[in-house]
């Protein structure tokens, strides 16, 4: 969580990012004071400092308070455990292991549940009014998105995912109001992505990026899901990374599929019936 806030702390506003300065000097200070001391602390107003909560993703001053409390005493410690060439099969398989859970429970712990409730609802929403749905990544977030696209598809839904730059841009430029499209980045500032966002936000669609904090990427749609992880984009191909962003995904269609309801029942039924004869019994 304080990682997210040092991330994010050049794309603030001056006065939030006093806010967010004091948070980092004294974190647990910060979950205990009440607002009108935080605010004399860091020599602004007390609506900024829920606004510099929300800017970060959390559901206001309180919301934000319990998951640093949480944090700072009870947080699960991360690990990021590099696998080295001199390391045997099982080092490598018991690290990569290791950062995979860490990286979970360091999820489970810091996410932004009204991030989360505010993705899925624009989604069943796009999927209630029989609007288009459209996933976007590039390179392994590429493949993230044909299995997010593989999800909502089964559910009944009109999607589609693209990996192609110049797919992307002709696919954003014909959204309207009421489509929803879904951007997923490891590093957050792939330039096809960040155009493709910018046209599909034009057009009037809902755009929702899935990538790390304090990026071009992370301030350029509606809605942010942050996916932090201290893994180098430049030197190995994202290992857990990636996984978080399967994960996010896996959250959102579970619950769209939920929201959906009963009438998805006959569908998944008969489509698992259809699907028999493709099986050896």
């Known amino acids: 969580m304080l990682d997210r806030i040092k991330a994010s702390l050049p794309s ?22 009440p607002v009108s001391e935080l605010a ?32 700072v005493s009870e ?17 490598i398989a018991v690290k990569v292991i290791d950062n995979t859970v860490a990286a979970f429970l360091k999820y489970r712990n810091d996410a932004s549940f009204f991030a989360l409730e505010r993705a899925a609802t624009a989604l069943a929403e796009t999927s209630q009014n029989g609007r288009r749905i459209e996933f976007y990544g ?15 598809f089964r559910l009944g839904l009109n999607t589609i995912a693209y990996s192609d730059g110049h797919m992307q841009v ?26 493709a966002c910018d046209i599909a936000r034009k057009c009037g669609a809902t755009t929702i990026v899935i990538t790390c904090s304090g990026s071009p990427l992370a301030s350029a749609g509606h ?14 191909s994202p290992m857990v990374s990636r996984l978080l962003h399967l994960l ?7 619950t769209v599929a939920l929201r959906i309801g009963e009438r998805l029942q006959p569908l998944l039924r008969d489509m ?5 004869s493709k099986r050896y019994t």
């Open 12 to 33: 603030l506003a001056p006065a939030e990012q006093r806010v967010g300065k004091l948070v980092l000097a004294d974190p647990r200070g910060f979950a205990n004071l």
């Open 138 to 152: 590039v390179g392994n977030s590429g493949i993230v998105a044909q299995d997010a696209q593989h999800k909502f």
């Open 248 to 254: 996010i995904i896996d959250i959102l269609a579970t």
């Open 272 to 276: 698992k019936n259809n699907l028999r």
């Open 223 to 236: 809605i942010h899901l942050t996916a932090d992880h201290p893994e180098g984009f430049d030197k190995y």
């Open 75 to 91: 947080g699960v410690p991360f690990i990021h455990r590099s696998v080295d060439a001199d390391d045997k099969t099982s080092d």
């Open 170 to 195: 002709m696919s954003a430029s014909m959204l309207q109001a009421g489509d929803c499209v879904v951007v997923i980045s490891n590093s957050g500032r792939t330039r096809d992505l960040m155009d």
């Open 40 to 71: 004399d602390r860091a020599h602004v107003s007390k609506p900024t400092v829920v606004r510099f909560c929300r800017s970060i993703g959390y559901d206001g001053l309180s919301d934000f308070k319990l998951k640093l409390a949480g944090s």
